[in-house]
């Protein structure tokens, strides 16, 4: 498996980080979460990196994408990572966005994804719930047979961007088993109550109260969309992975930065051995992180029998390399690296929810070891 970027990934990379740097620098950060801004994002700069195909790297051409891979789209979220960008990448694209792609009829295809690629619709997966712990068949939302069609009652949490999103994906067990719904944010029975994470990023609470869908609201066939879900998430797992990378990334470049500037007992902190061996640890951690994740983007590009093995490890490693790297770094900011004047705090926090997000460090340890039959 080639663990280096291709000279068109590399091009897409740079193309990226140009970007970012210029668009969309982290003081965004501090300006949305000062403002209160209920959306959590621009959408005029969604449109633009719409424009410039990011948003439809992974589907196909006939509906308007790029014809790439998870391989490509994860190099637009490293750089996006690095100063915590928060536009819908995981909600429209790689959770709704990919069900549809995956799992979806023709007509539900050609309804959305053009739509999704052109930066024109937002969409959403409200799979988790209450006591789910990132099981994600520990369900109780019910879909019931009504007429021609189904209702579809339950509670999900933390909805990525559920407030702005036109549609819905939903998880629920119907028939034995696990099926996907499309919902329209907008039917009879849907609310959303709005949620802040404490990155910053906006969720919500979605409640379904016997909401009435066609038997065309469905991915795939009733009590089926178990494998889909799981395939789903994988992917948004390693773009997740992605972004965490180009944070933890930024979040040791800040801090180097600093250990190379600040002065103690005449001499910069940066010169004192044992800040030395903690910032080779964290560099370390990093760079493990980046060959996972190359690993995992590329082995489900591949269909590879492996991957959901591949992804859980990226996972693991990356919920603990970026929480150490922005623990380390508040750490070796000192006092004022828990001030809100300086910008490290924000890592820390994403970091937080990062690590929750698709499931943890232990939890994706087990499933890797499940995965390889210990």
């Known amino acids: 498996m080639q663990l280096v970027l291709s000279e068109d990934q590399e091009l897409i990379a740079k193309t990226a980080a140009d970007f970012v740097a210029e668009r969309s620098p982290l003081s965004r950060v501090r300006e949305l979460r000062d403002a209160g801004d209920a959306t959590g994002f621009s959408r005029s700069l969604w449109k633009e990196m719409a424009e410039l195909g990011w948003v ?24 996006l990572g690095r100063n915590l960008a928060p536009e819908p990448f995981l909600s429209t694209v790689l959770l709704a966005g990919q069900a549809i792609a995956l799992g979806g009829s023709r007509e539900q295809k050609q309804a959305w994804l053009p739509r999704i690629a052109a930066g024109d619709a937002l969409l959403s997966l409200a799979h988790q ?48 088993g696990i099926s996907l719904l499309l919902v329209p944010a907008e039917a009879p029975g849907v609310s959303v109550e709005a949620q802040s994470r404490v990155d910053g990023r906006a969720a919500g ?73 903690r910032a080779a640890d ?60 300086y910008d490290i705090g924000f890592y820390l926090k994403r970091a937080r929810a990062a690590e929750l997000t698709f499931g943890d460090a232990a939890w994706h340890r087990d499933r890797w070891a499940r995965l390889e039959g210990y």
Do not use: W, Y
């Open 205 to 277: 609470l979605v409640r379904l109260d016997g909401v009435r869908l066609g038997a065309d609201a469905r991915l795939g066939a009733a009590g089926a969309a178990g494998p889909l879900l799981e395939a789903v998430v994988d992917r948004a797992t390693v773009g997740l992975c992605a972004e965490m990378l180009g944070a933890m990334t930024r979040a040791f470049e800040m801090t180097l930065e600093h250990l190379k500037q600040r002065e103690q007992f005449g001499a910069v902190i940066g010169s004192f051995q044992a800040l030395k061996h």
């Open 56 to 79: 439809g790297i992974p589907f196909p051409e006939e509906h308007g994408g790029a014809g790439m891979g998870l391989a490509e789209l994860a190099v637009v979220l490293e750089a």
């Open 282 to 341: 964290v560099f370390i951690g990093v760079e493990l992180c980046r060959s996972a994740v190359m690993a995992a983007a590329r082995s489900l590009d591949a269909a590879d029998e492996r991957a959901a093995g591949l992804v859980s490890l990226a996972k693991a490693r990356c919920s603990e390399a970026f929480l150490h790297a922005a623990n380390e770094g508040v750490q070796m900011f000192g006092g004022v690296g828990m001030t809100d004047e």
């Open 129 to 176: 719930e209450a006591r789910s712990r990132f099981d994600l068949g520990a369900l109780e939302t019910r879909a019931e047979a009504a007429g021609d069609g189904v209702a579809l009652s339950g509670e999900k949490v933390q909805v990525l961007d559920a407030g702005v999103a036109e549609a819905l994906v939903v998880p629920a067990l119907e028939a034995g």
